[in-house]
T-cell receptor, first 114, second 113 residues
Framework: NAGVTQTPKFQVLKTGQSMTLQCAQD?????MSWYRQDPGMGLRLIHY???????DQGEVPNGYNVSRSTTEDFPLRLLSAAPSQTSVYFC?????????????FGPGTRLTVL | KQEVTQIPAALSVPEGENLVLNCSFT??????LQWFRQDPGKGLTSLLL?????REQTSGRLNASLDKSSGRSTLYIAASQPGDSATYLC????????????FGTGTRLTIIP
């Protein structure tokens, strides 16, 4: 199993540009989520999904869009990038059934918006 | 709103020492708590998950304890090694069926050879 994969690893955008961060998992996990990590602020939840066709907002959703057309993929879209979106983005997944369900994280995408 | 705190933000100890990392949370109504390790420029690796009904979980040289009523968890690392140098994060999950994690800001651990 590859686990949770993310592409690209690094990206530089100009203000106003759009892009999609890709996330895929091969563990057949129902739950997938996106976090951003900023210095001194910990990881904060952007959007999450409990299955194909179902998404919801987390703590900091503004400026981001998601969709979940398959169990495996959960892309994060920046519609019009802003310098405040400079951050490291992590995708995570876990099973939903049962209680002992660890969350598994991808390697991250480091995004810089100029 | 749940808040998770990890103090100290950074810690340096000589190789071979046993050490304890702390995690505190304001709302004791949690379902479980997960400890992660993050190496510089890398993603998060799950170390231990401890359910709210458990007091301890162990994996190798790591032992996590949970005192839900007082809102505290500790991660004990025995016989520390330079390879243990990393940032350690704790995260709490609020309830069954709710996977949203609230993270602490982490403790950056350096093991001095």
């Amino acid at each position: 199993n590859a686990g949770v994969t993310q592409t690209p690893k690094f990206q530089v955008l100009k203000t106003g540009q759009s892009m999609t961060l890709q996330c895929a998992q091969d563990m057949n996990h129902e739950y997938m989520s996106w976090y951003r990590q900023d210095p001194g602020m910990g990881l904060r939840l952007i959007h999450y999904s409990v299955g194909a066709g179902i998404t919801d907002q987390g703590e900091v959703p503004n400026g981001y869009n998601v969709s979940r057309s398959t169990t495996e993929d959960f892309p994060l879209r920046l519609l019009s990038a802003a310098p405040s979106q400079t951050s490291v983005y992590f995708c995570a997944s876990s099973q939903l059934a049962g209680g002992y369900n660890e969350q598994f994280f991808g390697p991250g995408t480091r995004l810089t918006v100029l | 709103k749940q808040e998770v705190t990890q103090i100290p933000a950074a810690l340096s100890v000589p190789e071979g020492e046993n050490l304890v990392l702390n995690c505190s949370f304001t709302d004791s109504a949690i379902y479980n708590l997960q400890w992660f390790r993050q190496d510089p420029g890398k993603g998060l690796t799950s170390l231990l998950l401890i359910q709210s009904s458990q007091r301890e979980q162990t994996s190798g040289r790591l032992n996590a304890s949970l005192d839900k009523s007082s809102g505290r968890s500790t991660l004990y690392i025995a016989a520390s090694q330079p390879g243990d140098s990393a940032t350690y994060l704790c995260a709490v999950r609020p309830d069954f069926g709710n996977e949203k994690l609230t993270f602490g800001t982490g403790t950056r651990l350096t093991i001095i050879p």
